[in-house]
């Protein structure tokens, strides 16, 4: 929700009559009236609802009214922004100026400035203001700029913790210690760095070693298969004569009949027989 435009529009006009050093009510009322800046109403976005929209414009004009850095003018016309926005709205759906504590006694700061400059106008202001009761109490500031300084002032406390502790910290533990420590965690994550590498290394061997066994293993059975399909089964020698029978057929019965024991009669038959075999090969 973006509320910077008509919060550009209440600075403008509180800058407007600081610069005109004006003090008394009517003066703001001819500017208001000069700037037709009743229509700020009617620049209420479509997504945002009329009570939250008047609160964000009570807010604007409070932080010009308690803002102590800002000039008392500016203060003044802070006050008189935020009266005449509760006079101008709409009146069947009027919505009270939300005021936290913190912006409620700067609001009585700013009465007892009022009584020390004679100011009666603006006096009997803020005395209506109440009478009528157009202020709604609460605990907690809605005031954005105070937001976000309270927010600041937060976060620089808890930077300050920080660098106290850190500085209370290296002051106990002895220079040569902590940087022992630094260099022993250096030294562990290179140490990892290195491990991790080998083991990388290691795998990377082994998976060439397999691929050379996968490889020397095809290789072998590629030669065997063509050695096997080169090789060429010998024919046996088959004599011209003796009835087909071949040579090998020769030596079996000869073999046979040496080991049943009357190889000795037809022992010289078979030799001559397997002589004249090979002499016909």
């Not at 936290?100 to 006096?123: D, P, Q, T």
């Not at 609460?138 to 954005?144: D, L, T």
């Not at 420590?181 to 491990?195: G, H, K, P, W």
């Amino acid at each position: 929700m973006d509320f910077r435009a008509s919060a550009l529009d209440i600075e403008q006009l509180v800058a407007s009559f600081a610069a005109a050093e004006g003090t008394e009510l009517e003066q703001m009322k001819d500017l208001w009236r000069s700037r037709n800046f009743s229509f700020i109403w009617e620049a209420r976005p479509k997504d945002v609802t009329p009570a939250f929209y008047a609160q964000a414009l009570y807010s604007c004009a409070l932080s010009h009214m308690v803002a102590e850095e800002a000039p008392f003018p500016a203060n003044l016309a802070g006050l008189y922004v935020l009266y005449i926005l509760y006079e101008t709205q709409d009146k069947e759906d009027s919505y009270k100026i939300y005021l936290s504590l913190e912006e409620l006694e700067s609001l009585i700061s700013l009465v007892r400035k009022f009584k020390l400059k004679y100011n009666l106008v603006a006096f009997k202001v803020v005395k209506r203001m109440f009478a009528e009761q157009m202020f709604l109490f609460g605990s907690v500031s809605a005031n954005q700029k105070r937001i976000a300084s309270c927010m600041a002032r937060v976060a620089h406390q808890a930077t300050v913790s920080v660098q106290q502790a850190r500085t209370r910290l290296l002051s106990n533990i002895p220079v040569r210690e902590h940087v022992e420590e630094s260099q022993a965690d250096a030294f562990d994550d290179d140490l990892n760095a290195i491990s991790e590498v080998m083991k990388e290394a290691q795998a990377l061997d082994e998976h060439k070693s397999q691929l050379l066994r996968t490889a020397l293993d095809s290789s072998k059975k590629k030669a065997l298969s063509t050695h096997t399909k080169k090789a060429v089964p010998v024919k046996p020698r088959v004599s011209s004569k003796g009835g087909g029978k071949t040579i090998d057929d020769y030596e079996r019965e000869l073999a046979r009949r040496f080991e049943a024991g009357d190889a000795s009669e037809h022992e010289k038959e078979l030799e001559e027989e397997l002589d004249r075999a090979l002499d016909m090969d």
